[in-house]
């Protein structure tokens, strides 16, 4: 392996990302095959091309903390399917002289996060003032204060747990995608609302919302900065990091393979919609029940 590459190697003392959101692993297809740069951002597809579960080793990949160039870094066995980050394979490689040979390859670059599709949905309802009972014979009318907060939630299609700062970077736009829309990811709202209802005889009501919500996928795009490879059979060759071939496509399968993704490796982020004057966006409706007759008057 060549100096760059090592040194490049000994700068990435990288972290997996900290459990932030918990994460629901969904059931993954096969999915519809793509096009060499028909995917988001002008991808191209490695599932069911390159060696592996490659939805789990893109999102180890992308998972890593970058380092102070902005690089994530790798390394895939291309005969086995098996994946190394930085730090696996800085180990390994201080363990066996850099003699890594039989099928591994190492790549850098930076993951960003283009938005794949989006769709609306209606969130769970739930109660946002407290319970006020009518033990009476008589309809009886009351003032009631209701309160609610947006909410944000994120997983992804694979094991595992997603830090928090990551999905809000990804769900803001700031981690490469670009979401035009007003959504609780851009900013949190709340309101507090008085109303008058009527509690019927022997009931008790509260007030209810039901967000209205949209759904953004986005599926990790690796971006090659750079990709090396060394078939050499020659130990002191590979122990010395000679005939190393360096590209800056994947696998070297030219320019429509600057940017790969895996189909079946994506992360779904849900967020409250907003109105055009900020507010919440939803139904309230008059949440209303039966109490025991017996505490009742008669």
């Known amino acids: 392996m060549s100096l760059e590459v090592k040194s490049i190697l000994k700068k990435s003392a990288l972290v997996a990302a900290s459990t932030g959101l918990a994460v629901t692993g969904l059931a993954v297809g096969a999915g519809t095959a793509q096009a060499d740069g028909d995917g988001p951002s002008g991808a191209s597809n490695v599932r069911g091309v390159d060696a592996g579960n490659t939805d789990a080793w893109m999102d180890k990949l992308c998972s890593q903390k970058p380092d102070g160039q902005g690089l994530v870094h790798g390394s895939l066995n291309v005969d086995t399917g098996q994946f190394r980050d930085a730090n696996q394979y800085l180990a390994d490689a201080n363990r066996l002289g850099y003699n890594q040979g039989g099928g591994w390859e190492y790549f850098s670059g930076t993951c960003t996060y283009p938005q794949s599709s989006t769709w609306s949905t209606k969130g769970t309802m739930v109660r946002t003032s407290v319970w006020i009972g009518n033990r009476g014979t008589r309809d009886d009318q009351e003032t009631f204060v209701s309160n609610y907060s947006t909410t944000?939630?994120?997983?992804?299609?694979?094991?595992?747990?997603?830090?928090?700062?990551?999905?809000?970077?990804?769900?803001?736009?700031?981690?490469?995608?670009?979401?035009?829309?007003?959504?609780?990811?851009?900013?949190?709202?709340?309101?507090?609302r008085r109303s008058q209802k009527t509690i019927p005889p022997c009931t008790q009501v509260s007030t209810s919302w039901q967000p209205y919500q949209r759904v953004v996928r986005v599926n990790?795009?690796?971006?090659?900065?750079?990709?090396?490879?060394?078939?050499?059979?020659?130990?002191?060759?590979?122990?010395?990091?000679?005939?190393?071939?360096?590209?800056?496509?994947?696998?070297?399968?030219?320019?429509?393979?600057?940017?790969?993704?895996?189909?079946?490796?994506?992360?779904?982020?849900?967020?409250?919609?907003?109105?055009?004057?900020?507010?919440?966006?939803?139904?309230?409706?008059?949440?209303?029940?039966?109490?025991?007759?017996?505490?009742?008057?008669?």
């Not at 990804?170 to 959504?183: D, K, M, R, V």
Request: net charge positive; proline share 4%; charged share 25%.
């Open 220 to 298: 990790p795009v690796f971006n090659v900065r750079t990709y090396y490879w060394n078939k050499s059979t020659d130990p002191n060759n590979l122990k010395q990091g000679k005939n190393w071939n360096t590209r800056d496509t994947w696998r070297d399968r030219g320019a429509r393979w600057k940017k790969v993704y895996s189909y079946g490796y994506y992360i779904d982020g849900t967020a409250d919609k907003l109105l055009p004057n900020g507010q919440p966006d939803g139904r309230e409706d008059k949440w209303q029940e039966n109490l025991d007759p017996k505490s009742c008057a008669r």
């Open 152 to 192: 944000t939630s994120a997983k992804k299609s694979v094991g595992g747990s997603l830090d928090f700062s990551l999905a809000k970077s990804i769900f803001t736009g700031s981690a490469g995608g670009n979401f035009s829309y007003e959504w609780g990811w851009q900013k949190t709202s709340s309101f507090e």
